[in-house]
């Protein structure tokens, strides 16, 4: 298991610390693996999610940083979204 990845859910669960997401996201990131994201919080996993959001490490990292707005790399085409939009939008909103 890659310790980007591990460190990546752990950045993850800080920023959704006491904002509530009752739904499932996926993060695939591009020959790392994937990272999921639901009310129980932010884990290395490849389990099935409501939205699906796939980019490369570096897009990932500049997004969870805060260097990257999500719908930004989305308007790009750095990131790429397979699923429930409006799930897609109330996750940014909660990283932001």
Do not use: C, H, W, Y
């Amino acid at each position: 298991m890659s310790d980007i990845l591990e460190k990546a859910a752990a950045a993850l669960n800080e920023k959704l610390a006491g904002g509530a997401f009752d739904a499932s996201a996926k993060f695939a990131i591009a020959d790392l693996g994937a990272i999921v994201l639901d009310a129980d919080g932010a884990r290395v996993s490849d389990d099935d999610a409501d939205v699906t959001l796939s980019a490369d490490a570096d897009t990932f990292e500049q997004i969870l940083s805060g260097d990257l707005n999500p719908t930004g790399a989305f308007m790009s085409g750095k990131l790429t979204i397979d699923g429930d939009m409006g799930i897609a939008m109330k996750l940014a909103s909660v990283l932001a």
